[in-house]
């Protein structure tokens, strides 16, 4: 199995223009989780699906970022539109009912 | 939702067993206590989890009291690897999945 695969693993951009992260989970995984990461405040959970279905988005900061998940084996994270301080390294993870949590290695952002 | 306290930092020496202790005195009874492991740019991974007494596995074991209010991951024999930032989390079952709540994190540094 290739673990959770997160696409671009980095991503620069400019202030205003949009931007969307994408993320395979494990095959037979039914949550899959959203996490933004910083210096400044840590590990943040913004979303998490659980059987393709939202069920948790008030970590998700503003208006500006929307996240989907169309099928079990896709999601995407979008912020529209961007600013910097949305620079982070965001992560999507995935697990299966109460087990274990499989992290993705991350999409580095920064908007400039 | 249960909320975690760990210490912020640790040193260790290489060879020493290394006890982190994490304290949640609102877990809830179906909680399960999870604990991470986070290398610099690299996303969590998954150390060992626990409901109640002792687990071990290859790497890690947890001790967890009776009353469950908190948790010791213990590294046994650290080397300099093993140097990174570790989280306890509980889990909050939600809608049939955990929702991960990470905290701060203890960052253990192993010298030689």
């Known amino acids: 199995d290739a673990g959770v695969i997160q696409s671009p693993r980095h991503e620069v951009t400019e202030m205003g223009q949009e931007v969307t992260l994408r993320c395979k989970p494990i095959s037979g995984h039914n949550s899959l989780f959203w996490y933004r990461q910083t210096m400044m405040r840590g590990l943040e959970l913004l979303i998490y699906f659980n059987n393709n279905v939202p069920i948790d988005d008030s970590g998700m900061p503003e208006d500006r970022f929307s996240a989907k998940m169309p099928n079990a084996s896709f999601s995407t994270l979008k912020i529209q539109p961007s600013e910097p301080r949305d620079s982070a390294v965001y992560f999507c993870?995935?697990?299966?009912?109460?087990?274990?949590?499989?992290f993705g290695p991350g999409t580095r952002l920064t908007v400039l | 939702l249960a909320k975690t306290t760990q210490p912020i930092s640790m040193d260790s020496y290489e060879g020493q067993e290394v006890n982190i202790t994490c304290s949640h005195n609102?877990?809830?009874?179906?909680?399960?206590i999870t604990w991470y492991q986070q290398f610099p740019s690299q996303g969590p991974r998954f150390i060992i989890q626990g409901y109640k007494t002792k687990v071990t596995n290859e790497v890690a074991s947890l001790f967890i009291p009776a009353d469950r209010k908190s948790s010791t991951l213990s590294l046994p024999r650290v080397s300099l690897s093993d140097t990174a930032v570790y989280y306890c989390l509980v889990g909050d079952w939600t809608s049939g999945t955990y929702k991960y709540i990470f905290g701060t994190g203890t960052r253990l540094k192993v010298l030689a």
């Open positions: 993870a995935s697990t299966f009912r109460e087990g274990r949590g499989f």
């Open positions: 609102n877990i809830a009874t179906n909680d399960y």
